[in-house]
């Protein structure tokens, strides 16, 4: 008969933060515990398991084949566990006190105005300070107990969890289309249309559509630039050229309306994941969940407004 494997889950905590560090000392000033406690939790994860995961001397920590395949599961469990923690705070104590959030500019100053009203509505005794950012912000280094952005820092004292994925498309106004003499067939087309750049996918002179497993690289002509989707969307809508939009923030009311029109649906963007990114220390904080969760919502309830393309 094989033997039950029980291993206590705050040992995977220490194990997987030790892993990001590879370094014994960092690891535990991180989790807030002495060196020693690290080691213990380390050695009755591996006697409980009954295998190595790691291999450490006074000079380096490496990760045996199967602690690395322990550990890329051990995240997953981890971020459910934070979740069920978050949850069962949520419904013993009302989120209170100061939450600092930054929000990238790109998601527009309507979609960060119903993002911390909503949150302020719904969490009186919570005080929200509110930046919208042009860069990627360090919550550390800067001061900020929230962000969210493109792409998780690699850095071992923040934990970096994907909030939600935007479906980016290229899009024209209607009356932009029609001066053109209809619609655009094929992606050849748009290297002689003029076009609104956002820098979204960096500054690169070319960008790529995909459709199944075919792709093409356009050049296209670039009419202006701006680092704010509102700002792109009244170009575009005031037929300056064809742009790129995240339908799910910013324009599923104006995709509604027929005022702008997918160019080429049929070939795809890349999508852009965005994560929330927070300090380790921070990442069982209802009032982030909640600040989180508030901002997952508010992308739903626009993704549900966008009619079927």
């Known amino acids: 008969m094989n033997k039950n494997i029980n291993f206590n889950i705050n040992t995977l905590i220490v194990f997987a933060k030790l892993v990001e560090c590879r370094n014994l000392s960092k690891a535990a000033d991180i989790l807030g515990i002495p060196k020693s406690t690290v080691s213990r939790s380390i050695s009755k994860l591996e006697s409980d398991l009954g295998v190595k995961l790691l291999r450490m001397n006074t000079h380096q920590i490496t990760v045996t084949d199967l602690g690395e395949k322990i550990y890329s599961r051990s995240l997953k469990i981890l971020a459910e566990t934070n979740d069920v923690r978050s949850l069962i705070e949520g419904s013993r ?8 959030a930054a929000l990238p500019i790109f998601m527009g100053i309507d979609f960060a105005t119903r993002v911390g009203s909503t949150f302020l509505q719904r969490f009186p005794k919570a005080q929200l300070d509110l930046r919208l950012v042009d860069n990627m912000v360090h919550p550390i280094k800067d001061g900020y107990d929230v962000a969210f952005g493109i792409g998780p820092l690699q850095d071992s004292t923040l934990v970096a969890r994907k909030a939600f994925t935007l479906e980016c498309f290229l899009c024209a106004s209607s009356e932009f289309v029609a001066a053109i ?34 792709e093409y690289d356009f050049s296209p002509m670039v009419r202006a630039r701006a680092n704010n989707f509102h700002v792109s969307k009244e170009y575009i809508l005031r037929g300056f050229g064809f742009g790129i939009m995240p339908s799910e923030i910013i324009c599923s009311k104006e ?22 990114i927070c300090p380790f220390q921070l990442s069982m904080s209802n009032l982030i969940s909640e600040f989180s969760r508030t901002v997952l919502e508010i992308v739903t309830e626009n993704s549900k407004s966008i009619p079927v393309r």
Request: charged content about 30%.
């Open 255 to 276: 995709l509604e309306r027929g005022e702008l029109v997918p160019l080429l649906p049929e070939w795809k963007l890349d999508p852009l994941d965005v994560f929330m």
């Open 181 to 214: 003499d209809g619609s655009v067939s094929a992606p050849s087309q748009l290297n002689q249309l003029p076009f609104i750049d956002f820098d979204f996918y960096g500054r690169s002179s070319k960008l790529t559509l995909n459709k199944g497993r075919r």
């Open 93 to 100: 104590l009302e989120p209170q006190g100061e939450l600092r």
